[in-house]
């Protein structure tokens, strides 16, 4: 028999089958472990290999923001080498991921990691919507800065090997990046929130009143917010470790009498009065009355802008409680195991790092 040579376009034919034939293929194997994945909730080496190479999502919101379930399990991997590589005998306490409790704690830092991975993602999107961005020079200078600190870049790499398996590049990427971003926008937010200003406002307004010759304990009561609205401002003796230090800082050089400057802390604007002072066992401690107005802070902005945020979580362990603005575990047994860890353990190592 003789064989016909197949014409150009026959062989064009013949490749475009088997091209598609492999697509085919591809797309139902993709499908095939997203089920695995999303439906079964099978976590095993066929499912990992596979979401390795593909994408798949665990969280997404707005449509374009997402974080894969590799990502995630790539961060988990790292608290687990961490902890491997720890010694806490000298606490009396072990970490053990193995057994039946451990196996929860470990699912409990997964949630925690996930919780972090979409609040770094908002912080930075909303720092790139304020004109805010932070390029890879910016980064390295500021990983530079921090290496100063250890005894050499190589002490500090090997340290980052050993103690979380991470690289330059993942220091950079899980660490730097999101806590520049996270400074950057704090700072935005300090100059344009509109709370803010109308807090200075009312602390100079109060100041004000102050230098008119009014009495201290009259504008706390008027003015002042928190604690410190209650008994005209009184709050007792303190000793400097006892203070935030901005206000520390500010007062310990004042005398009996005597009231401070505006000053702005983590918390808000303060005015204080020192209303007498002693030594006690060798340590200076004041008596002090305050004016206070409170500030928004950066966890409280964050926590409005999560509950702001519709997220979209494709596992059959978390959902998005838009309530309360964070990743939570479908699972009662779960959420009673984690509100039980914090309550009755909050020494335990795992629960603190």
């Known amino acids: 028999m003789i064989m016909q040579k197949k014409t150009p376009s026959e062989k064009k034919i013949q490749l475009a089958t088997i091209i598609s034939g492999a697509l085919l293929f591809l797309v139902a194997y993709i499908i095939v472990v997203a089920f695995l994945i999303y439906g079964l909730n099978l976590d095993n080496a066929l499912t990992q290999k596979t979401a390795n190479i593909v994408p798949y999502p665990i969280a997404n919101w707005g449509g374009k923001n997402f974080i894969t379930i590799n990502r995630l399990k790539n961060q988990l991997g790292s608290v687990v080498t961490f902890y491997e590589n720890q010694d806490f005998s000298d606490l009396g306490m072990r970490v053990d991921f193995t057994t039946e409790d451990g196996k929860k704690r470990l699912k409990l830092k997964e949630k925690n990691i996930l919780n972090k991975l979409i609040e ?104 002042s917010e928190g604690e410190s609205a209650k008994n005209k401002g009184e709050l007792g003796w303190f000793g400097k470790s006892e203070m935030l230090p901005e206000i520390a800082q500010a007062i310990f050089n004042l005398k009996k009498g005597e009231r401070s400057e505006i000053i702005e802390s983590s918390l808000g604007y303060h005015i204080v009065f020192v209303e007498d002072t002693k030594n006690e066992s060798g340590s200076d401690r004041l008596q002090l009355k305050q004016i206070f107005v409170r500030t928004k802070n950066f966890s409280n902005w964050l926590e409005e802008h999560m509950k702001k945020t519709t997220v979209h979580i494709f596992s059959r362990d978390y959902y998005w409680n838009k309530e309360n603005g964070w990743v939570d575990f479908r699972n009662e047994e779960m959420k009673n195991f984690e509100a039980d860890l914090e309550k009755n353990s909050p020494d335990d190592i795992s629960v603190l790092f």
């Open 120 to 223: 770094n993602q908002l912080i930075e999107n909303e720092a790139k919507k304020r004109g805010i961005v932070i390029n890879s020079e910016d980064i390295s200078q500021e990983v530079s800065r921090k290496m100063q600190e250890y005894d050499s870049e190589e002490y500090f790499k090997e340290n980052m090997t050993r103690l979380y398996g991470w690289t330059r590049e993942d220091f950079e990427r899980n660490i730097v990046k999101p806590d520049m971003y996270k400074e950057k926008l704090f700072e935005d937010i300090q100059k344009k929130d509109q709370s803010r200003v109308d807090a200075k406002n009312k602390i100079t307004a109060a100041w004000k009143e102050l230098e008119n010759g009014r009495e201290f304990a009259l504008i706390a009561e008027k003015y």
